[in-house]
């Protein structure tokens, strides 16, 4: 079946019209129009130009002046192999280039791979996984098939959900929260119109393109179907970020450094910030190659600023028990654990000498006493664990500590070496910036560090250690997460702990979270119990339904998993749910439900009066083959490939049509409208 995009049809009638000069039958002669375009042969622009079509997709005004885009006028016409499967100007190698070629060593390079200049709308339904011919829409040749594509659709089955139930959502504001049902890629240029330049962080868990999961779009082509599937996304994700936002984006090793790349090309490499390396296995991958390969117990989240002189990373701490962290990161390990004296008291405090001038004091505690942790254990008939646990303001260690407060202190106390000295000052920066602090210090002029500085209490009031988040986090736990959200999510299910870390990290109270890649909702629950705003996006039913279920208990309070406890989550808040309107769905319950030849004919009639078909489609040569079939199933087979089934959406420009109107109730009609022009 020949299958050519629309603009085609429209050259192809115009350079017709030339009697032969620029085509033979129906074969192009490229040259010949390529050389007149070259030359601005008026009477060729003139034929172009008063084509609609063509004019709203190779014109652009400069400075109040409409100008013909040549160039990609001819870009279009230069390749010759088009459509029957998939175009692209890209040759089919996946690598490096500069100024168009492949390269070995150079600082200005680009990811090329095939497909690269398409678009690909990568429905995540198992029906999709099943019609992997999918067409790649090129940018140049399908400007207007991918224009309609993307333009913002019509949201129905509007609910919001709350404490008291759920109710027909009329309207949405900034500070509601929001699930959508529908292809993420359609779905995001839908929240272009209302959230560009709004959201502050993106977390990503895209499928990981392992063969396991369902991303299995043009088998020939799999790595760059996956790139292009990530970059089309990436792009419109950028819109929609803060000047000061950043994203994070999870796999595992198999596509992370093509990934790298391509998150350069699209956000720059100097807006580059980290590698986080995430411990998630302690055995490694069932089914590793032994002796092939190393055991795999790690994903990677590569993290990318908007613009990286904005940002503003906030500390967060890893959380342990006092004495597991000693015992794990110490102990275990036969590593030296330093807080290991205790302070039993100072004694009297003799002033050395007060500088007026930097407003600085010196003293000095001739009495202080010291024992060490074992020694003051057994002597209180405890264990070292109940000493770290109950006086861990009296425990210290000593450092030394290079900086100018140190030099004064050595030239101010000279010759008081026995007990302890201090300093009283205000900072200038620190932790005690602009407060009035006492820092004391060794008889050998070591700087004195309480453990009680490093601990922090949970909500039960135990002693948790606190370590300032590096690029290994290899303390979450990945293991027995069913309970979380109380939704069964095997093997995707991402901890609500690590999306913590990531979340009060990059944001504050009130900031927008998205993640259109919504899976379990568990980033989601998590941005809900830290009083974030946020959207998530799925088109999958079972895990919508899943997702649903989970927000709700978070809503409710009856979710006690995950960081319930840890944030004292009670429950409250609300969020909306809608649905991106399905366009051919009908028509696809029609056909499967089809038992006769006849029956799938009266159908096809009246899809043609209605429905959208594959533009790739030649209907009058497709009706010729269907009328061949003598077997139902094939005809069904066929009639299914032509629709754009559930991946193309009614737009919201027709939601006044009275043939859309009549299906759109009132409720979702006001929903629509506060959505899109509040």
Known sequence: MSVEPKVFDH??????????????????????????????????????????????????????????????FVSMLEFKDYWEDSY?????????????????????????????????KAGMTKEDAKDNDEPFLNEVIAKPEIDEMLEPKIFVNAKKYDKDGVHDATGIDDNDNLII????????????????????????????????????????????????????????AKELLTDDGLIWVQTDDGEMRYLGVLLDQVFGRNNFINVVTVKTKIGGVSGSSEGKSLKDTTEFIQVYAKDKEQIDLKTVFALTPVWDYIQNEYINVGKSWKYTTVLLKLGE??????NEKDDRAYYYYPNAETCSVKQYAKEHDMTEEDVYNTIPDKIIQSTNAQSSVRQAIVKE?????????????????????????????????????????????????????????????????????????????????KPEKLLQNIVEMCTDENDLVLDFFGGSGSTAA????????????????????KMLERLNRVVTGEDIY??????????????????????????VKDVMSAKKMSELFDVFERMKDTTDFDFRVDLEKFQQELHGFSDVDE???????????????YNYANIDDSNVRDLVDDADYKFNKSFYED
Not at 94 to 107: H, M, Q, R, V
Not at 349 to 354: E, V
Not at 448 to 460: A, R
């Open 349 to 354: 405090k003799k002033l050395i000498k007060f």
């Open 11 to 72: 050259v192809k009638k115009i350079l017709a019209s030339f009697n032969g000069k620029y085509m033979t039958g129906d074969v192009l002669k490229r040259t010949a129009i390529i050389e007149d375009l070259d030359k601005y042969d008026d009477q060729l622009m003139e034929a172009l130009l008063s084509d609609q079509l063509i004019h709203d997709t190779y014109t652009k005004k400069i400075a109040g002046v409409e100008v013909f885009e040549v160039n990609q």
């Open 635 to 649: 005809a069904r087979k066929e009639l299914l490939r032509i629709l754009d089934k559930n991946q193309l959406y």
């Open 88 to 120: 692209t100007k890209y040759s089919n190698k996946i690598g490096l280039t500069a100024g168009g070629k492949f390269i070995d060593e150079n600082e200005d390079v680009v990811l090329d791979f095939p497909y690269k200049d398409c678009v690909l």
């Open 526 to 545: 998590t941005a809900h119990k830290l009083h974030r705003k946020y959207i998530t996006v799925d088109q999958i039913n079972s895990q919508v339904t």
């Open 562 to 587: 995950g960081i319930s406890k840890d944030v004292n989550w009670q429950g409250g808040g609300s969020f909306v749910y809608a649905e991106l309107m399905e366009k051919n769905g009908g028509y």
């Open 181 to 236: 049902k529908g292809n993420n890629l359609i779905a995001l240029y839908s929240l272009k119109e209302r959230y560009a330049g709004k959201v502050k962080l993106i977390y990503l868990d895209p499928p990981y393109n392992t063969g396991s999961d369902s991303f299995m779009y043009n088998d020939s082509f799999n790595h760059a179907s996956w790139l292009t599937f990530m970059k089309n996304r990436l792009e419109i």
């Open 413 to 493: 106390t000279a010759g008081f070496d026995e007990g302890f000295v201090s300093i009283v000052y205000v900072p200038i920066k620190g932790k005690n910036k602009n407060k009035r602090t006492e820092i004391l210090y060794t008889p050998t002029k070591r700087m004195v560090m309480f453990l009680s500085d490093m601990l922090t209490k949970d909500k039960g009031g135990n002693l948790l250690y606190k370590e300032k988040l590096t690029t290994l986090w290899d303390n979450i736990q990945y293991n027995n997460l069913a309970k979380e959200g109380l939704v069964d999510f095997p093997s995707g299910k």
